[in-house]
């Protein structure tokens, strides 16, 4: 199967920034997507940031000229930097891949475990 693993996360500061990293591994033949995805106590998750073909991507409104996302297709990993972090950025963040196992198989949608980011002072 696909392993998705996130690291990056920890506690920031308010207007601070931190990498968040997530490597797709194991049984990949290739990967549509990998998208950003967060989730704050009590609330339900919510996309963050979408990777697209042709280096299209997307993001949720409260994220826009902060966050950035980026893939390195060789590496199948996908990035997201997050600039002048606010404490309502405080949440799990998951990243999320499509993935084909092999050239005959449908796309399979993966997670990760999650890493927790935290903007406090």
């Known amino acids: 199967q696909v392993q998705l693993v996130e690291s990056g996360g920890g506690l920031v500061q308010p207007g601070g920034s931190l990498r968040l990293s997530c490597a797709a591994s194991?049984?990949?033949?290739?990967?549509?997507?990998m998208d950003w995805y967060r989730q704050a106590p009590g609330k339900q998750r919510e996309l963050v940031a979408a990777?697209?073909?042709?280096?299209?991507?997307n993001y949720a409104d409260s994220v826009k000229g902060r966050f950035t996302i980026s893939r390195d297709n060789a590496r199948n990993t996908v990035y997201l930097q997050m600039n002048s972090l606010k404490p309502e950025d405080t949440a799990v963040y998951y990243c999320?891949?499509?993935?084909?196992?092999?050239?005959?198989?449908?796309?399979?949608?993966?997670w990760g475990q999650g890493t927790q980011v935290t903007v406090s002072s």
């Open positions: 999320n891949a499509e993935v084909k196992l092999n050239k005959w198989s449908q796309y399979s949608t993966f």
């Open positions: 194991g049984s990949i033949w290739s990967i549509n997507s």
């Open positions: 990777s697209r073909s042709g280096g299209r991507a």
